[in-house]
T-cell receptor, first 115, second 111 residues
Framework: EAGVAQSPRYKIIEKRQSVAFWCNPISGHATLYWYQQILGQGPKLLIQFQNNGVVDDSQLPKDRFSAERLKGVDSTLKIQPAKLEDSAVYLC?????????????FGPGTRLLVL | QKEVEQNSGPLSVPEGAIASLNCTYSDRGSQSFFWYRQYSGKSPELIMFIYSNGDKEDGRFTAQLNKASQYVSLLIRDSQPSDSATYLCAGYTGTASKLTFGTGTRLQVTL
């Protein structure tokens, strides 16, 4: 079974530029999550999708971050404009249906450096 | 108060010893808990999950949950150098359906 795929793996941009990340979840997984992990911290949920609907985006900085999952499969996360404090690893995860006893499976992450 | 708290470590144990990792949570209504292992530069991978009071064993790993005291622990028996990593405790806290992570505890297994 293929895991969660993410691209790119690394990205370096200057502040005020825009960047986009892509994620393809495990086949058949209805729930998709985007996390931000700053060095030395645990992952923080940015947004959770159930199929193509948003379940939770309470911690997404909506003035600069946006995310979509138009066909209920793959997803993109965009930052525009980027700030220095956005430097982090962006992790995508998926689970079967989002239940509280389900395991979330993580992709390899995208490491973003904002200069 | 953070919803899920861990000591950042590092926790250093000699090879072959038992490593004990602890996690506390603030919301008494929290449902289930997960332990993830994260090697440097890699993404988290699931070690164990637990949602009932008591112990759950899987090979060298034992997860313990005490809902009355609001803590979760992970014991690693016969620690190996390959166990050296950051261990993340995560829980579905309160009525929220989102998984909240602690900051992680860095474990070092020394030869």
């Amino acid at each position: 079974e293929a895991g969660v795929a993410q691209s790119p793996r690394y990205k370096i941009i200057e502040k005020r530029q825009s960047v986009a990340f892509w994620c393809n979840p495990i086949s058949g997984h209805a729930t998709l999550y985007w996390y931000q992990q700053i060095l030395g911290q645990g992952p923080k949920l940015l947004i959770q999708f159930q199929n193509n609907g948003v379940v939770d985006d309470s911690q997404l900085p909506k003035d600069r971050f946006s995310a979509e999952r138009l066909k209920g499969v793959d997803s993109t996360l965009k930052i525009q404009p980027a700030k220095l404090e956005d430097s982090a690893v962006y992790l995508c995860a998926s689970s079967l249906s989002g239940g509280f006893q389900e395991t979330q499976y993580f992709g390899p992450g995208t490491r973003l450096l904002v200069l | 108060q953070k919803e899920v708290e861990q000591n950042s470590g590092p926790l250093s144990v000699p090879e072959g010893a038992i490593a004990s990792l602890n996690c506390t949570y603030s919301d008494r209504g929290s449902q289930s808990f997960f332990w993830y292992r994260q090697y440097s530069g890699k993404s988290p991978e699931l070690i164990m999950f637990i949602y009932s009071n008591g112990d759950k064993e899987d090979g060298r790993f034992t997860a313990q949950l005490n809902k009355a005291s609001q803590y979760v622990s992970l014991l690693i028996r016969d620690s190996q150098p390959s166990d050296s990593a950051t261990y993340l405790c995560a829980g579905y806290t309160g009525t929220a359906s989102k998984l909240t992570f602690g900051t992680g505890t860095r474990l070092q297994v020394t030869l």
